[in-house]
């Protein structure tokens, strides 16, 4: 179902300008911008993957998600 989802987003979203609001990091993976907000404020911009390099905020909330 979630596949499904994220592709019918990718589709509506297709040329446009889209703000996406996810707990789910594997909804926004594939943004063009990813901005990390913790309580309230920004703390991290960019590309999923420079985020994952950067090893922040964002990475840990990835890894906790995902980690095998």
């Given at each position: 179902t979630e596949i499904?989802i994220q592709?019918?987003?990718a589709e509506?979203?297709?040329g446009?300008?889209s703000?996406?609001i996810?707990h789910?990091?594997?909804?926004i993976?594939n943004?063009d911008?990813i901005?990390?907000?913790?309580?309230?404020?920004?703390?991290?911009?960019?590309?999923?993957?420079?985020?994952?390099?950067q090893?922040?905020f964002?990475?840990?909330?990835?890894n906790s998600?995902?980690?095998g």
């Amino acid at each position: 179902t979630e596949i499904l989802i994220q592709k019918a987003m990718a589709e509506l979203m297709q040329g446009r300008t889209s703000f996406v609001i996810a707990h789910r990091l594997s909804t926004i993976r594939n943004a063009d911008l990813i901005l990390v907000m913790n309580e309230g404020q920004i703390v991290e911009q960019g590309k999923h993957a420079e985020l994952l390099v950067q090893n922040g905020f964002y990475a840990e909330l990835y890894n906790s998600q995902f980690a095998g």
